[in-house]
Nanobody
């Protein structure tokens, strides 16, 4: 079992930056792939960014490439999502996820409760 707790969401203006964090507890964090997903009202959950445990594979959703950066700290058992040049369409609930295998679908084993990010235009 892996427990995930997100933090860092909030209300920002378009063009601002925001950093989300996810702290993991439970089983060995370092061998899990980690990811950020988001879900806007009325839309399906989508992959924002994913990172393998060896950090040899990094995926980004097309809409965030060049603006968002995912990173992990295996000692602190955290992952972060640095979000720059935020747009109103980035408004969503952001979820942290973990799985032993990195996949580009929503089929991940463990999920956090989510943190709201609202970008005003």
């Amino acid at each position: 079992q892996v427990q995930l707790v997100e933090s860092g969401g909030g209300l920002v203006q378009a063009g601002d930056s925001l950093t989300l964090s996810c702290e993991a507890s439970g089983q060995t964090f370092s061998v899990y792939a980690m990811a950020w997903f988001r879900q806007a009202p009325g839309k399906e959950r989508e992959l924002v960014a994913a990172l393998s445990w060896r950090i040899d594979t990094i995926l980004y959703g097309e809409s965030v490439k060049g603006r968002f950066t995912i990173s992990r700290d295996n000692v602190k058992r955290t992952i972060s999502l640095q979000m720059n040049s935020l747009k109103s369409e980035d408004t969503a609930v952001y979820y942290c996820a973990a799985d032993r295998v990195l996949v580009d679908t929503t089929e991940w084993d463990y999920w956090g409760q989510g943190t709201q990010v609202t970008v005003s235009s």
